[in-house]
Each structure stands twice: as C-alpha cells, then as structure tokens.
C-alpha cells in the first residue's frame, strides 16, 4: 500500500502542491486587500471559506480520478497485490490533501485574527478545548468523511465494471440509490430526533437556547445503532469493491 501511495504522490504531487500554493497566494492577496480596505468582515470571511471548499473539492476530485486511472491502468493490474491496497492508498492520499487544506485554514484564521477586531475571548474558555472533546469531533469527521469516500470510490468501481457508453451514469445512479436506501434504512431502524453527530449531541431547548454538550452526554444509540450501521455498509462497501476488482483483473 505504501509503494502505491507513493508512486500516487509522484505523479500527483505537481498539482496538488501547485493548488495548495494558489490557495496560499490568492487568500493572502485577500487578505490583505480586505484589511487594507476595510471590507466587509462576513464578505471576507465569506470568500475565504468559498475557496478553501472549492479548493478541498477540487483536491477530493483529483483523487477520485486518480482512482479512476488506475483502476483503467494496465499496468495496476499486473501487480500481485490485494485490489484493496489500490484503495487504502487513495483514501490515505485523499487524508493527507485534506489535512493540509485544514492545516492551512486553521493558520490563516489565526493570523486573520490576530490583525482583526474579533472578539477572540470565546477561543479562550477552557470548556472549548476540551481534548476529549476534540478528539472525539476529529475522530468522528475522519470516520464520516471515510465513509463518503469509499461510497465513491465503489461507485466508480460499479461504473467502471460495465464496458458500456455512459457507465460513468451508472457509476452516479448507484451512489445516489446506496445513500438513498442507508438514509432510509437509518430512518427505519432508529428514526433519530436529535440531531446527533457521534458522540455530540444537541438539544434545542429553547428557540433562543440551544445546549451542547460534549462525552458527558454521549450519544449511547448512535454507538450501538447508526454506527453499527456504518460499520457494515463499509465493510460491505471495501467486500464489493474488492470483488469487483479481483474480477476486473481475472477479465
């Protein structure tokens, strides 16, 4: 997994380190324009967080090509490796693109901050950093954000398992029917009123008041329930594609 994470990186590294370095010149540029002369905070903030997600999706969609390309690639297929480590070093590359989108985000707000007028006092309430409470938020958005991948990643595979005009229509009707039948098979089984995010749970108390709550009010049916869920469609998920690609290879 490792050598096909590298050999990944090798031939997209040019790009992805040249759209990262745009991101950093383009949101200095704005900054500094935006401070400068005196824009809007919420536009600058605004533009600011446009381009780190259209940054992020560009980023997310060169690794689903680069999935793509090596599920077409010959030379893939003659490697004796299990398909799964083709997959595995997509996913970690797709991390490790992320993180930087974050890493970069997370300082830039700092900076902005420091030459801005926010009132920067919430930052510094101990309740807010709460390292339990972090981990728990990081953990849960890696999970979630897993999950999405491998649907795509298996909705290529689905795709590119029919040697027909249009597959790549097929490839999008699955993803759209596996998300429809969870959310529905979700609805079924837990029917969820809260609005829950893993181990962060939420009440809306008051129309004026909403409470948050971290680890001390753990979410218990989301561990049991939902996440169980999740557990099985991704293995299911990582079964199906592995098939599928043992197949594509004997073909």
């Not at 728990?136 to 029919?162: D, E, H, K, P």
Request: hydrophobic share 55%.
């Amino acid at each position: 997994m490792i050598k096909l994470l590298k050999y990944d990186w090798k031939r997209n590294s040019d790009g992805i380190l040249s759209t990262l370095a745009i991101l950093i010149i383009v949101q200095v540029v704005l900054t500094i324009v935006g401070l400068t002369r005196n824009w809007d905070e919420i536009v600058l903030v605004s533009l600011s967080a446009f381009l780190y997600s259209l940054t992020g999706i560009l980023l997310f969609i060169n690794c689903c090509r680069t999935f793509d390309h090596n599920i077409k690639s010959y030379s893939r297929r003659l490697l004796t490796l299990h398909p799964l480590n083709g997959v595995g070093a997509v996913i970690i590359l797709s991390w490790f693109v992320m993180m930087a989108v974050v890493v970069i985000a997370a300082i830039h707000f700092l900076i902005y901050a420091s030459y801005s007028d926010w009132d920067t006092s919430l930052l510094k309430q101990p309740e807010l950093w709460n390292i339990g409470a972090i981990m728990g938020i990081v953990l849960q958005t890696v999970w979630g954000y897993t999950c999405i991948m491998v649907a795509i990643l298996l909705s290529i595979t689905v795709a590119r398992s029919f040697r027909v005009k249009g597959s790549t229509w097929i490839g999008i009707l699955f993803f759209i029917i596996l998300q429809s039948v969870y959310s529905w098979l979700q609805y079924l089984l837990f029917h969820n009123n809260k609005a829950s995010i893993g181990v962060i749970s939420m009440d809306i108390t008051d129309s004026n008041d909403a409470s948050l709550s971290f680890f001390s009010n753990m979410n218990i049916n989301f561990l049991i329930g939902p996440f169980l869920m999740e557990l099985v469609f991704f293995i299911g998920s990582l079964y199906l594609m592995s098939y599928l690609l043992n197949k594509k290879v004997e073909i």
